[in-house]
């Protein structure tokens, strides 16, 4: 799944780093990435669909760490983005502002306003309000918004239903049969420039079909906006580029998508633009967690680590299937167990009916896949601190996220004083 997390001799390494000893400097839960393996996904990209030269938009939402952004944009990447707080990490990892598009539906003023102080590059609108409002922020700062409506092509990507986002029965986008008159709305407001189409699917996807019936079903929407706005010049093709999860899932077929992609937009006569998360950081960590207790009971056998689902919840959310491993080796006969949290929940669990050798307290378990949407929907639930995270580059390693500790929980929360007062 990844050249860069590897066995030696039975015992798991993250390039030059044996993932024991960082577990024993940083302690555990511990997410642990490989730049090299971030590098070459996001070369094997941009390699794929060379003949468009697309902006690749790293989709920050899968992990918003900043020295993970600050990697990606040296390597040349944008970033899309769908809030202030994503804003504000883009720019100070130092992704270029015209790099940068902004979706998601519930944009308000205040982060609409400080994208345009930024000067990012595109907004991409989710309905017909949105537009409204983004045209009149740009009036009252005087500024023009380049924008792309965002349309939905009512496709299945064949994904989870909580991550399927191209179906019209979501909140995502116009409708095709409405998109036309949006963007006429969008030509007919102050203040704005139309900039192109976008779209996004859902995630992950397995392979390019739902690309290729999406791009066919915008097609003569997308020549209809060429001939009317001069300005019309790009097409956003979203992200949910999959990679595999288990150890014989096929890898996302890139050159198939290639094969796909290039003739149809080549004949649009548009630029590419992609937004992939997943694919550039979803098998470069992975997450390290230390059994508490192998705990029995007369109908299952659960080992319980010190990692649950306030550290990796897509498990319980999504149904989502993520390989577990010992980092040393372990002998004896595998038998089947429930890799448990701590957590007050029966939803606490990181693997169910896994097979496993037998483990005893103290061994140090790695959970693949977990890069993207890992660290990045962790909280704090039942007082946890959010997990460290460590960068591996070769045989260096650096922290890019201290651990939580009980101050950064306490942090933001007051107590009024009346509560302390006597009744009156
Ligand atoms: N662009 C847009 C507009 C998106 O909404 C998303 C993801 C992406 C790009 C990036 O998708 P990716 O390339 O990473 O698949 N939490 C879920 C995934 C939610 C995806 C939300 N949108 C999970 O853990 O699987």
Known sequence: MSDSIVWRNGE??????????????????????????????????????????????????????LAITRLLARLGAGADIVSGGELDIALRAGVAPDRLVF??????????????????????????????RISACAVALGRTARVAIRVNPDVDPKTHVYTTTGRRETKFGVDLERAARVFELAASLPALEIAGLHMHLGSPLADEQPYAEALDKVAPLCRRLSERHPTFRVLDLGGGFGIPYRPRQPEFPLDAFAAAIIPRVRALGLRLAIEPGRFLLGNACVLLATVQYIKDNPFRQFVILDAGMNDL?????????HDIRPVRPRAGERIH????????ESGDFLGKDRRLPPLEEGDLLAIFGT????????????????AAEILVDGARAGVIRAREGVEDLVRPMRIPEWLDAPPS
């Open 313 to 321: 919840i897509r498990p319980p959310l999504y149904g989502a299937w």
């Open 371 to 386: 890069g993207a949407y890992g660290m990045a929907m962790a909280s704090n639930y039942n007082g946890r601190g959010r």
């Open 103 to 132: 979706a998601g539906v519930g944009k308000t003023r205040a982060e609409i306003e400080a994208a345009l102080r930024a000067g990012i590059g595109i907004f991409i609108v989710e309905s017909e309000p949105e537009l409204a």
């Open 337 to 344: 167990v429930d890799v448990v949290g701590p957590i007050c």
């Open 12 to 65: 798991l390494w993250i390039e030059d780093v044996p993932a024991a000893r960082l577990a024993a400097e940083h302690g555990t839960p511990l997410y642990v990435y490989s730049r090299r393996h971030i590098e070459q996904q996001f070369r094997r990209l941009q390699s794929a669909l060379s003949e468009l030269q697309p902006t690749i938009h790293f989709a920050l939402k899968a992990n918003g760490n």
